[in-house]
């Protein structure tokens, strides 16, 4: 009896020992996860700080070219127009509320060329979405932005699911959202689903930016 009781003892403190090691080892793994995440988004807000963002405005040109070929030119001309209103909307959000680094504005189907920074063949907007003949990009140092959906952030450490909603998102420099603790996302809509202006949603943007440079610089 006191045989058996001993070899169960020995088979508990050891299966003890081993759950222990486990858990040790995911919390280590855990702290290293953390550490590289805020190492990682501290280098993007410098480098986002000393460079720019590069804004990513829709076109919805297929949808439009699919209604013209359908000979449905007033859906087009709607669809053409209330995405432009959109564009203008996003665009002028910025001029007067985002301070934190220097922005520029592209169509989507520049994408691949901003991927492989070919900026000369990039036609960056000004305000009324025609060619800005005065601003041109030509730098190294950049991120991306767009409003969409944000994806799953895998960093379970910060919390939240965000997966779905529609925000302002900053993306890398080729188009990959980003992680937390960056501030990567604000939502666009506000208390009961009341969609968020546009204005408000790129000033939130630009406080949270700043608050997080200042913190990684104090």
């Avoid at 040109?61 to 087009?76: P, W």
């Avoid at 041109?136 to 379970?156: Q, S």
């Avoid at 009961?192 to 608050?211: A, C, G, M, Q």
Wanted: proline fraction near 1%; hydrophobic fraction near 40%.
């Amino acid at each position: 009896m006191n045989s058996r009781f001993f070899l169960i003892s020995i088979f508990i403190f050891i299966a003890s020992g081993y759950s222990f090691a486990q858990t040790g080892d995911a919390a280590q793994k855990k702290l290293s996860l953390h550490k590289q995440l805020q190492q990682q988004a501290s280098e993007e807000i410098k480098t986002l700080h000393e460079g720019a963002l590069l804004v990513r405005l829709t076109t919805r040109k297929k949808s439009i070219e699919a209604l013209r070929k359908m000979g449905n030119e007033n859906a087009a001309n709607t669809i053409e127009k209330e995405q432009a209103r959109k564009n203008k909307s996003i665009i002028n959000a910025f001029l007067i509320n985002f301070n934190f680094c220097s922005v520029y504005f592209f169509y989507s189907d520049y994408s691949d060329l901003v991927k492989e920074r070919q900026f000369n063949k990039v036609t960056f907007l000004n305000k009324n979405l025609e060619k800005d003949s005065v601003k041109i990009f030509n730098g190294t140092k950049f991120l991306t932005a767009e409003f969409n959906e944000v994806l799953a952030d895998t960093a379970k450490n910060y919390g939240g699911n965000n997966n779905g909603i529609t925000a302002l998102i900053i993306m890398s420099d080729q188009f990959i959202q980003l992680r937390r603790p960056f501030p990567f996302f604000v939502r666009t809509f506000e208390f009961l689903s009341l969609r968020r202006k546009d204005y408000k949603t790129v000033r939130i943007l630009n406080r949270e930016l700043h608050e997080f440079y200042n913190k990684q610089n104090n």
